[in-house]
């Protein structure tokens, strides 16, 4: 099952590596990672999204306790949560692409952010699970290059993940 | 600066071996009495210098090296005390910050290339740092699951020309870092109420039980209890071996009755043990009647090979004292709580299993088998002649696994070994970090002439320092267990395992160095030479016994891979 994983850590050198190390180390897979600094510039929140079972998540979770620069540790997918990702995709749009582009822009919410005689750059953000429809919906023929964030997440409602 | 913060966290020996980025330090250990430095012949055996002191005393083993070649002879050390859970500090010079890199000479990223062995690691950005990164690697070595920690320190800001206000912390407090200090008492109570319904319990205790320095405990719990109870290869020691509730080690070359009963329990409770491959064989077959109490300071170790129907995370001390307390007000209160007659039948069926194929520990008065000396009696004499006291350290192999089955150990830190890295070369030096701790103890390892030449330069150490080890060398000519496992799996082909006629006349090499050789080659010799080794005559010298022991033999009980614990070969003929 996919899972999304909110860390909190120290803002510090190397911590990041740990983090990674320990997926490469222990055969864990790394769907995405998006890491950035907080509102409280000496913690840094990371989410990342894996696959596996509950055993293996309750074993990633542990061991991501188990790194001293980590503070926090949440499994999102364990209860409600928002997940969103920011997608850039440039598309061939030449003739009528150039209009059907931008219809499938608006079903989507997207935006076109750059315009060139022959390319639409469109911004697309939502689930991973949207970003990817929108994808299939342009057709992998036209699209000339993808770049998504990576997903971030938080719970719905009053929990945080805090100090 | 680094060496005044050693001086303050008490530190008494430092292993280690000079080079161009730790010369700032080693002239600030030249400038003061407090710490006193041991040079080594090769990085590596300063590592495990540190760990057997370490394992020996229960405090922190501190290793030093050089950047680049010196940082990575350490990293084997680092592994090793990592699988085994060894507090240890190793701190590594590196080049100067601006250098950082620039491919520098002499210039490796320890904290990368250390990061998947190592507890935590620390880079010196600053001098001013020093201190409380200091203070801090101290504490995370030592507290929670114990490991190592490195110190990569760039050459500038040991800098002796740069000073700076020296204040060493008291305390540390670090908000990512909280190691459980007590068991949950909910979780506590749990499992005293299923302890009280085993008919077939067991108690599978490790190294988290020395480590946690809980023996005392266990062992009186244990003996409350009436319930039999097995150890690990890191946990022996840790309850008295001598002792009638005591099975032996369990696991890959445990004794049959302690695997037996293992698999046919129906309750085990483990401490501080953490479910190892080389204990539990094919998991998917692991004691199937059984329920699981699991004891263990970290919390990643419970439930990752076998789930526990309690799991209870805590240091083993404060966990089997409650334990224990609310144990003896339930059984106070209603003695019936216990069935003492299942447990008394229990025994019996293990007394049983140990009468058909127990270890046989009477070796030595059965004379020569013969003209080859058995290992076996080898390890028997080494523990009558030393009367259990001594601190046995053991090198990787057969060797090894004989030691463990036949040396009994009463009390916990006397049996040091590579458990879970199985690094041969450990042997050695790790005695020498014992003896350094304890100068007065009698101090043996028993190695094998593979494992011996992997760190075999530390002889000399041995004579700049007047080191009275004594090295049992198990000599089989050959890397016995290599050949064990070709001799099972690949038909009898000795690939590689072998020496022919190459290995030295170890008793000239030792004398070389300037110690004592004695060679053994009669089964009749073996206890006289053994009792020379350990006489007063040569206590002040190190000893080298080169004993040619039958090539052929082989370690049994062995599992049988992708079986369950009960599924053992007894000797080349028999299986369970
Ligand atoms: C550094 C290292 N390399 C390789 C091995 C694999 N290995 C395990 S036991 C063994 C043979 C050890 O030979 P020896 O020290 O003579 O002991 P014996 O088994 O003969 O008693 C080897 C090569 C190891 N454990 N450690
Ligand atoms: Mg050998």
């Known amino acids: 099952m996919r899972r999304i994983i909110a860390v909190l850590l120290e803002n510090e050198a190397g911590a990041l590596s740990r983090v990674v190390g320990l997926f490469a180390q222990r055969n864990y897979n790394i769907e995405t990672l998006t890491v950035a600094p907080t509102e409280d510039p000496t913690l840094s929140r990371l989410t990342l999204t894996t696959i596996g079972d509950d055993r293996k998540i309750e074993q990633i979770t542990k061991h991501l306790n188990k790194l001293i620069e980590v503070i926090k540790v949440v499994d999102l997918t364990e209860g409600e949560h928002i997940e969103r990702e920011l997608m850039l995709v440039k598309v061939k749009a030449v003739g009528a692409q150039r209009a059907e582009v931008k219809r499938t822009a608006d079903i989507f919410r997207a935006q076109v952010v750059d315009v060139t005689g022959s390319a639409y750059t469109v911004q697309v953000t939502g689930t991973s699970g949207k970003l990817d429809a929108f994808i299939h919906a342009i057709g992998e023929l036209s699209i000339l290059e993808v770049v998504r964030s990576g997903v971030s997440g938080l719970s719905r409602g009053e929990k945080v993940v805090s100090l | ?92 010079g590196q080049v100067p910050n601006p250098l950082i890199g620039t491919d520098a000479f002499q210039e490796t990223d320890m904290v990368g290339i250390s990061r998947p062995v190592v507890k935590h690691s620390f880079m010196i950005k600053h001098a001013s740092e020093i201190p409380t990164v200091v203070k801090k690697a101290f504490f995370i070595a030592t507290s929670g699951r114990p490991g190592p920690v490195v110190i990569d ?64 405990i266990l062992t009186e719990m244990t003996r409350y209890l009436g319930f039999p109870i097995t150890n690990t290869l890191m946990g022996l020691g840790c309850y008295p071996a001598t002792d009638p509730l005591f099975l032996g080690m369990l696991g890959m070359h445990g004794t049959y009755e302690a695997n037996m009963a293992m698999h046919h329990s129906d309750m085990i409770l483990a401490v501080g043990a953490r479910f190892d491959d080389r204990v539990t064989n094919d998991p998917e077959k692991f004691c199937p009647g059984a329920k699981v109490i699991h004891i263990d300071v970290d919390p990643a170790s419970i439930s990752k090979i076998i789930p526990a129907e309690v799991p209870i995370v805590g240091p083993a001390l404060p966990v089997l004292t409650d334990m224990l307390a609310l144990l003896r007000e339930r059984i106070e209160a209603d003695p019936a709580l216990l069935d003492r007659a299942a447990h008394g039948h229990w025994r019996e069926q293990i007394a049983g299993w140990r009468a058909q194929h127990g270890l046989d520990h009477g070796l030595m008065g059965q004379g020569s088998h013969g003209v080859k000396i058995r290992p076996q009696a080898v390890v028997q004499c080494l523990y009558q002649v030393t009367g259990g ?148 005559r040569l206590r002040d010298r190190l000893v080298f016994l080169d004993i040619s022991v039958d090539p052929d033999e082989h370690v049994y009980p062995m599992a049988i891979k992708g079986g369950s614990m009960c599924d053992m070969l007894l000797s080349r003929t028999e299986q369970s």
């Not at chain 2, 020996?13 to 009495?33: M, S, T, V």
């Not at chain 2, 350490?74 to 190793?90: N, Q």
């Not at chain 2, 006629?501 to 009669?522: A, K, M, N, Q, W």
């Open chain 2, 1 to 92: 600066m680094l060496i005044r913060a050693l001086q303050d966290e008490g530190v008494d020996y430092i292993f280690g071996y000079p080079g161009g980025a730790a010369l700032h330090i080693y002239d600030a250990i030249f400038r003061q009495q407090r710490v006193q430095h041991i040079l080594v012949r090769h990085e590596q055996a300063a590592t495990h210098m540190a760990d057997g002191y370490a394992r020996a005393t229960g405090r922190p083993g501190v290793a030093l090296v050089t950047s680049g070649p010196g940082a990575t002879n350490a990293v084997t050390g680092l592994a090793t005390a990592f699988m085994d859970s060894i507090p240890m500090v190793v701190i590594s």
């Open chain 2, 153 to 216: 320190v760039p050459k500038d800001t040991t800098d002796p020309s740069q000073l700076f206000d020296y204040h060493y912390p008291e305390t540390v407090k670090m908000r990512s870092y909280s190691p459980a200090t007590r068991g949950h008492s909910g979780q506590i109570r749990k499992a005293v109420e299923l302890l009280l319904t085993a008919k077939r319990p067991v108690i599978y205790a490790g190294g988290g039980v020395i480590q946690g320095e809980a023996s005392a």
């Open chain 2, 389 to 536: 006291e001594a601190f046995i350290t053991s090198d990787v192999g057969q060797h090894q696994m004989f030691a463990a089955q036949y040396y009994h150990f009463d009390q916990p830190r006397r049996w040091i070994n590579s458990g879970g890295l199985g690094t041969m070369g450990f042997g050695l030096p790790s005695a020498m970090g014992v003896k350094f701790a304890y100068p007065d103890a009698v101090v043996a390892c028993v190695t094998g002439e593979g494992s011996i030449q992997m760190n075999i330069q530390e002889l000399s150490t041995c004579t700049q320092y007047g080191l009275p080890v004594k090295v049992i060398n198990l000599n089989n000519q050959a890397l016995g267990m290599v050949k064990q496992w070709q001799d099972m799996q690949y038909g009898g082909r000795h690939s590689s395992s072998t020496y022919q006629d190459s290995l030295p006349d170890f008793v000239r090499l030792v004398e070389s160095y300037g110690h004592v050789g004695i060679r053994v080659t009669e089964f009749a010799d073996l206890e006289g030479a053994m009792r020379e080794a350990f006489s007063a």
